[in-house]
């Protein structure tokens, strides 16, 4: 006999649907979401395929799910991420899926909401309870009886007398509804152009993928919002990807003032109840535009028609855990998937994207001046081998005397310097003991502020000694090198009646003080800034005339070949923050190596110089995008094991034409957390089909044993 079967994909790290017997008389469709046994739990899964088949052996679905079915587009999509990153399916599936928690989906998902209403009688239990809702959030009965400190019946009276009004959880809206005719803003001529042609390619048939250029402070935002606006207009919706840190108050008031209300934003700080509404909302198409960092991309919106990557070149698109993928190039993806226009804009485009349009597969569109014809910040070299600074210091005269002059004048200066804490490394002076992190093969960064040494890798987290932990000598630590909590100190110091503040990810009070500090900045609260990538990116600060880099050399002399675009981006970046406003801006960037092309383009203002030499560069090597790469980490608890294992799996393939497969050899961080880490790095031209061959290779592989993992990482971003 037979019966339907369904092939049901569960959010664990299979790579394959397992299949169900589908019980008689349950209606069922492929994308709905279910509950089925596995092994001895319930878990949700969602039905990837039905067929007739002999279901006999099949244990049964269990029922299903409330949520939003999974449309084709968004299974096609999240197969495709699977064979692209080699991740299991599973996996993938589980960045899409936000299931309704499990403790509240029996309780009747009914809120409560003060109304207007006095009550007839009141007590101090009433009196608490009014208290607790006074902010006009809907709430589950529960939790305002929890709140208040009283039990449920008090809530019930109130409701009964119509002080507080009850409704579904599911009616409040979750995000406003953009107006696209709210704040029409006055574009540039430049930028009424770049609009016009965004806007109309939305319309064609296949809507293209379009890099567009503009240097910094040149109005890409505005010109974006113009194909967000075209999109709201058609009753659609529109995605802007932006790194995390680039959420800020600025850009969601700037939203807001464009579009009356402010974009629902999703990212890791949206948790529980409101990440599961939003969820819905997307899905039915309710809310318009989503701003999210990468994970944004993995929604089921219901009509997508435009993906905006902001700040594209940034190398926090790429997640380096889990699902090894680039946001940017899978939004490319879904865009061909969803038939929707995708725009990446930056002021420094990834190489790839550049090639990417030379190859005519994107479209190019160029902002080449700063709003309001506002000049580019002059940019000057300061070369360390000839312009001395006293021990222990680590701004230049020339430095000094320019910052002194810029808050003189009542402007803002910002000193950059890309490191976080207040010294990178810790030694004994008298036994010259290095502190090293115990779990990763990295020096421990003292935090002076939080008093103690800090592992950047792992989170390890020791207090600093009075004494040396290996030869006991007393006060004998020697702080070596500068981190940005060393330079606040020199400007203390220097300018002692100045403000200033030192801003980087360690920041004490999370994003939400962070956004109060910015918009304390841009309101012109601060005169100097001291700050690490965190402020050196999207932020618009207008009194800012006056940018020193204190060592733009920093990231030049690691291995990685993408050292030079790295370094260049984040200079053009960091630069670009000066003389976005009324006031013409400058950079000084002291370096030890003047001449190298990364500065002197940087001094020159020749980006295409540099950008075509580094190009040649890369397709000589055969480098991405001129040829293809993928990173296969083994990592076990012990360094035998994993080297075995490495090169156990190096032993079993043999590369096809076009495919070099290099190592095995240490990681470039050879610990971390804990596991010792051997790196397989394959290489092959850009047309072999290198997701084909890895899995080849990897079925062919030794079965992984103990505490051994193998992580894939098809084009790392470092390397
Ligand atoms: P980018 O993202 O290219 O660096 P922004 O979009 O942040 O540049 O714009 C830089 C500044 O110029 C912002 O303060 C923005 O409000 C302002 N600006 C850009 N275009 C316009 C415009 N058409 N009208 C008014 N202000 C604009
Ligand atoms: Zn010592
Ligand atoms: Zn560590």
């Given at each position: 006999m037979t019966s339907r079967i369904a092939d049901v994909l569960i959010p664990l790290a299979l790579d394959t649907a397992y299949s169900y017997a589908v019980p008689d008389g349950l209606a069922l469709e492929e994308g709905d979401v279910v509950q089925v046994p596995l092994a001895t739990r319930e878990v949700a899964g969602v039905v990837w395929g039905l067929r007739e088949g002999q279901g006999g052996n099949f244990k049964k679905i269990t029922g299903t799910l409330e949520g939003p079915n999974l449309s084709p587009k968004m299974r096609k999509f999240i197969d495709w991420v699977s064979w692209y990153t080699l991740a299991p399916k599973g996996s993938a599936l589980a960045m899409s899926l936000k299931f309704p928690d499990p403790d509240r989906s029996e309780i009747v998902r009914i809120g409560v909401r003060l109304t207007a209403n006095l009550p007839k009688r009141m007590t101090p239990a009433r009196q608490k309870v009014i208290q607790a809702a006074q902010d006009g959030v809907v709430r589950l009965k529960s939790e305002i009886a929890h709140a208040a400190g009283v039990s449920a019946s008090v809530v019930d009276g109130l409701i009964d007398e119509g002080v507080l009004e009850t409704l579904s959880l599911l009616q409040e809206p979750v995000a406003g509804l953009p107006n696209p005719a709210f704040g029409d803003t006055t574009l540039s001529d430049g930028q009424r152009d770049a609009a016009g042609e965004i806007a109309a390619a939305m319309h064609e048939a296949h809507p293209p993928v379009i890099l567009l250029e503009g240097v910094t402070g040149s109005g890409k935002t505005e010109v974006y919002f113009e194909a967000v606006a075209e999109a709201v207009r058609q009753g659609k919706q529109a995605l802007i990807l932006m790194p995390e840190i680039a959420l800020t108050a600025q850009f969601l008031d700037r939203f807001a003032a464009r579009f009356g209300v402010k974009p629902a934003t999703w990212h890791s700080g949206v948790t529980g109840r409101k990440r599961e509404r939003l969820y819905a909302a997307i899905a039915s198409g309710e809310v318009k535009v989503v701003a999210g960092a990468r994970s944004a991309l993995f929604l089921p919106y219901a009509n997508l028609s435009l993906i905006v990557v902001d700040e594209e070149h940034e190398t926090a698109y790429k997640q380096d855990d889990g699902v090894h993928y680039h946001a940017r190039d899978m939004a490319v993806v879904r865009g061909k998937i969803e038939n929707a226009m995708v725009v990446l804009a930056s002021a420094t485009p990834s190489i790839e994207s550049r090639v990417n349009v030379e190859r005519g597969r994107y479209r190019y569109v160029k902002l080449p001046e700063r709003f309001g014809g506002r000049s580019m910040p002059q940019i000057r070299a300061i070369d360390l081998r000839r312009e001395q600074i006293p021990k222990g210091r680590w701004l230049s005269p020339t430095l000094v005397a320019s910052v002194e002059e810029t808050v003189g004048r009542g402007e803002q200066a910002l000193l950059f310097l890309n490191r976080r804490g207040y010294a990178p490394l810790t030694l004994c002076r008298a036994c010259a003991h290095r502190y090293e992190c115990p779990n990763c093969s990295a020096w421990l960064v003292e935090h002076r502020f939080r008093r103690s040494l800090v592992c950047h890798h792992c989170g390890h987290v020791e207090r600093t000694p009075q004494a040396c932990v290996e030869c006991g000598s007393i006060d004998s630590l020697v702080p070596c090198g500068p981190g940005v909590e060393r330079i606040a100190e020199e400007v203390a110091e220097l300018f002692p009646d100045k403000r200033s503040i030192v801003l980087s990810s360690?920041?004490?009070?999370g994003t939400e003080r962070l956004r109060t500090e910015l918009a304390a900045i841009a309101a012109g609260e601060v005169d100097i800034v001291i700050g690490t990538q965190l402020v050196a990116k999207g932020h618009n600060f207008p009194l800012m005339t006056l940018v020193g880099v204190l060592d733009a050399d920093i990231g030049l002399t690691s291995g990685d070949p993408r050292a030079a675009e790295r370094t260049f981006q984040m200079l053009q970046q960091v630069t670009g923050r000066a003389g976005r406003g009324e006031k013409p801006g400058r950079a000084l960037v002291q370096t030890w190596q003047p001449e190298h092309p990364v500065i002197a383009a940087l001094v020159s203002g020749d980006a295409e110089r540099f950008y075509e030499e580094e190009t040649r560069v890369r397709e000589m090597a055969g480098l991405p995008p001129f040829g293809r790469l993928a990173s296969l980490i083994i990592s076990a608890e012990e360094r035998e094991v994993a080297e075995a294992h490495a090169r156990a799996m190096a032993m079993v393939t043999e590369p096809p034409p076009g495919v070099m497969v290099l190592g095995p050899a240490e990681a470039p961080l050879a610990l971390i957390r804990g596991r010792y880490r051997y790196r397989l790095l394959v290489k092959t031209e850009r047309e072999v089909d290198l997701q084909g061959y890895l899995r080849s290779w990897l079925a062919r592989c030794p079965k992984v044993k103990g505490n051994t993992r193998v992580s894939i990482d098809v084009d790392p971003q470092s390397f």
């Amino acid at each position: 006999m037979t019966s339907r079967i369904a092939d049901v994909l569960i959010p664990l790290a299979l790579d394959t649907a397992y299949s169900y017997a589908v019980p008689d008389g349950l209606a069922l469709e492929e994308g709905d979401v279910v509950q089925v046994p596995l092994a001895t739990r319930e878990v949700a899964g969602v039905v990837w395929g039905l067929r007739e088949g002999q279901g006999g052996n099949f244990k049964k679905i269990t029922g299903t799910l409330e949520g939003p079915n999974l449309s084709p587009k968004m299974r096609k999509f999240i197969d495709w991420v699977s064979w692209y990153t080699l991740a299991p399916k599973g996996s993938a599936l589980a960045m899409s899926l936000k299931f309704p928690d499990p403790d509240r989906s029996e309780i009747v998902r009914i809120g409560v909401r003060l109304t207007a209403n006095l009550p007839k009688r009141m007590t101090p239990a009433r009196q608490k309870v009014i208290q607790a809702a006074q902010d006009g959030v809907v709430r589950l009965k529960s939790e305002i009886a929890h709140a208040a400190g009283v039990s449920a019946s008090v809530v019930d009276g109130l409701i009964d007398e119509g002080v507080l009004e009850t409704l579904s959880l599911l009616q409040e809206p979750v995000a406003g509804l953009p107006n696209p005719a709210f704040g029409d803003t006055t574009l540039s001529d430049g930028q009424r152009d770049a609009a016009g042609e965004i806007a109309a390619a939305m319309h064609e048939a296949h809507p293209p993928v379009i890099l567009l250029e503009g240097v910094t402070g040149s109005g890409k935002t505005e010109v974006y919002f113009e194909a967000v606006a075209e999109a709201v207009r058609q009753g659609k919706q529109a995605l802007i990807l932006m790194p995390e840190i680039a959420l800020t108050a600025q850009f969601l008031d700037r939203f807001a003032a464009r579009f009356g209300v402010k974009p629902a934003t999703w990212h890791s700080g949206v948790t529980g109840r409101k990440r599961e509404r939003l969820y819905a909302a997307i899905a039915s198409g309710e809310v318009k535009v989503v701003a999210g960092a990468r994970s944004a991309l993995f929604l089921p919106y219901a009509n997508l028609s435009l993906i905006v990557v902001d700040e594209e070149h940034e190398t926090a698109y790429k997640q380096d855990d889990g699902v090894h993928y680039h946001a940017r190039d899978m939004a490319v993806v879904r865009g061909k998937i969803e038939n929707a226009m995708v725009v990446l804009a930056s002021a420094t485009p990834s190489i790839e994207s550049r090639v990417n349009v030379e190859r005519g597969r994107y479209r190019y569109v160029k902002l080449p001046e700063r709003f309001g014809g506002r000049s580019m910040p002059q940019i000057r070299a300061i070369d360390l081998r000839r312009e001395q600074i006293p021990k222990g210091r680590w701004l230049s005269p020339t430095l000094v005397a320019s910052v002194e002059e810029t808050v003189g004048r009542g402007e803002q200066a910002l000193l950059f310097l890309n490191r976080r804490g207040y010294a990178p490394l810790t030694l004994c002076r008298a036994c010259a003991h290095r502190y090293e992190c115990p779990n990763c093969s990295a020096w421990l960064v003292e935090h002076r502020f939080r008093r103690s040494l800090v592992c950047h890798h792992c989170g390890h987290v020791e207090r600093t000694p009075q004494a040396c932990v290996e030869c006991g000598s007393i006060d004998s630590l020697v702080p070596c090198g500068p981190g940005v909590e060393r330079i606040a100190e020199e400007v203390a110091e220097l300018f002692p009646d100045k403000r200033s503040i030192v801003l980087s990810s360690d920041f004490p009070g999370g994003t939400e003080r962070l956004r109060t500090e910015l918009a304390a900045i841009a309101a012109g609260e601060v005169d100097i800034v001291i700050g690490t990538q965190l402020v050196a990116k999207g932020h618009n600060f207008p009194l800012m005339t006056l940018v020193g880099v204190l060592d733009a050399d920093i990231g030049l002399t690691s291995g990685d070949p993408r050292a030079a675009e790295r370094t260049f981006q984040m200079l053009q970046q960091v630069t670009g923050r000066a003389g976005r406003g009324e006031k013409p801006g400058r950079a000084l960037v002291q370096t030890w190596q003047p001449e190298h092309p990364v500065i002197a383009a940087l001094v020159s203002g020749d980006a295409e110089r540099f950008y075509e030499e580094e190009t040649r560069v890369r397709e000589m090597a055969g480098l991405p995008p001129f040829g293809r790469l993928a990173s296969l980490i083994i990592s076990a608890e012990e360094r035998e094991v994993a080297e075995a294992h490495a090169r156990a799996m190096a032993m079993v393939t043999e590369p096809p034409p076009g495919v070099m497969v290099l190592g095995p050899a240490e990681a470039p961080l050879a610990l971390i957390r804990g596991r010792y880490r051997y790196r397989l790095l394959v290489k092959t031209e850009r047309e072999v089909d290198l997701q084909g061959y890895l899995r080849s290779w990897l079925a062919r592989c030794p079965k992984v044993k103990g505490n051994t993992r193998v992580s894939i990482d098809v084009d790392p971003q470092s390397f």
